[in-house]
Nanobody, 119 residues
């Protein structure tokens, strides 16, 4: 397993919901802004949402209102709740930990989890 362990992807019908999870070690999680990106075939990897260590969230415009990012600091896990899914949401979803300390900066990526929206 890598430093970030993702789960929760799968196949869902249009209009359905999924929740993605990404677990990290405490040493990473406590010092990182966590986020989700996604990449569909033939496209770039694009931002979905981020959440800082203090809980401040940021969303891509077309996800706001449908997706919710949250973090459980006791479980060192970040979640992405996705509602009202449509075919355009089909992609590989990647978790990222943007680890920052006064001495260094490092971005850590998960292995990706496939989300397919299809009837």
């Amino acid at each position: 397993q890598g430093e970030l362990v993702e789960s929760g992807g799968g196949v869902v019908q249009p209009g359905g919901s999924l929740r993605l999870s990404c677990a990290a070690s405490e040493s990473i999680f406590s010092r990182s802004t966590m986020g989700w990106f996604r990449q569909a075939p033939g496209t770039t990897r694009d931002l979905v949402a981020t959440i800082t260590t203090s809980g401040t969230t940021k969303y891509a415009d077309d996800m706001r209102g449908r997706f919710t990012i949250s973090r459980d600091n006791a479980k060192n896990t970040v979640y992405l709740q996705m509602n009202s899914l449509n075919a355009d949401d089909t992609a590989v979803y990647y978790c990222i930990a943007a680890l920052r300390t006064p001495d260094f900066a490092r971005d850590i990526w998960g292995q990706g989890t496939q989300v397919t929206v299809s009837s």
